[in-house]
């Protein structure tokens, strides 16, 4: 099991969901052949909280620190523990590192074995490139891959995208296309244009994926870590409680063989 959690990914992004003016046509494509949810939401605005959610099936108290944060022997049955249980390998992937939000003392204690985090993959040869808060989605998509390739016996493994992060600024280093508006340098259409870095992360990640033996027995989840603090103005009171929508409904894809 693959479960692929996509920084600032929002549903309303997306053209699964309905945007003419999708961000997201490799996961639109991926959906094609996939169960995926049209009614899912986050619980919060913040990464550690939506990863609490979705390991744990728990919600964070929303005040103050994290759970993850403060409690690390927080007394949780979480996924990785339960499938760690019945012989599975399991690991965690992500460009920053591990001590942010103090996620490592949380995740070890409930069930991850192996986490490979951006200084641990900083110390790679050759080295891997860096956009914004860390390494490259692209990156880290290819050496979750080759470790994972790698495995002898079933696992379940959780790859964290970052490079779609405030402020949203980066040099891409692809072309984006004349519908997401590339020379704009307004915030909100700057988010969009990392959201398709992050789409074009996972289509490069896909198209390798599908060729290799993985492909014939694992499951990959996509889905959207948590509800955004972002968007743009609002003209009225009320179309600001309608973007309520647009803040918190998150996209969850599931495909595999069959």
């Known amino acids: 099991v693959i479960m692929v959690v996509m920084e600032s990914v929002p549903a309303v992004?997306?053209?699964?969901?309905?945007?003419?003016?999708?961000?997201?046509?490799q996961l639109d494509a991926i959906a094609k052949t996939s169960f995926w949810a049209s009614t899912f939401y986050a619980n919060g605005n913040q990464t550690v909280w939506g990863e609490l959610a979705l390991l744990c099936s728990m919600l964070d108290r929303l005040k103050s620190a994290p759970v993850v944060t403060i409690n690390p022997d927080l007394r949780a049955t979480c996924l990785p523990r339960l499938l760690k249980e019945q012989g599975y390998r399991t690991h965690w992937f992500h460009g920053n590192t591990s001590s942010?939000?103090?996620?490592?003392?949380?995740?070890?204690?409930?069930?991850?074995?192996?986490?490979?985090?951006?200084?641990?993959?900083?110390?790679?040869?050759?080295?891997?490139?860096?956009?914004?808060?860390?390494?490259?989605?692209?990156?880290?998509?290819n050496y979750a891959l080759n470790v994972l390739e790698k495995e002898q016996q079933p696992f379940f493994a959780e790859i964290m995208t970052l490079s779609n992060h405030h402020p949203f600024?980066?040099?891409?280093?692809?072309?984006i296309p004349d519908r997401?508006?590339?020379?704009?340098?307004?915030?909100?259409?700057?988010?969009?244009?990392?959201?398709?870095?992050?789409?074009?992360?996972?289509g490069r990640f896909w198209k390798r994926f599908s060729e290799s033996s993985l492909s014939?027995?694992?499951?990959?989840?996509?889905?959207?870590?948590?509800?955004?603090?972002?968007?743009?103005?609002?003209?009225?009171q009320l179309d600001e409680i309608g973007q309520w929508e647009k803040y918190f409904r998150l996209p969850l894809i599931i495909t595999g063989p069959g």
């Open 13 to 25: 992004e997306m053209g699964l969901y309905g945007n003419k003016e999708s961000a997201t046509p």
């Open 100 to 141: 942010f939000f103090r996620r490592a003392p949380f995740f070890l204690r409930h069930g991850f074995e192996k986490l490979h985090d951006g200084e641990l993959l900083k110390t790679q040869t050759p080295p891997l490139n860096e956009v914004g808060w860390g390494i490259s989605d692209p990156d880290v998509f």
């Open 169 to 175: 600024t980066w040099d891409w280093g692809i072309p």
């Open 180 to 202: 997401l508006d590339p020379g704009a340098e307004d915030v909100e259409t700057l988010f969009r244009h990392g959201i398709y870095y992050t789409d074009h992360a996972i």
């Open 216 to 236: 014939q027995n694992t499951l990959v989840v996509f889905v959207g870590d948590h509800g955004l603090w972002l968007y743009d103005q609002a003209a009225s």
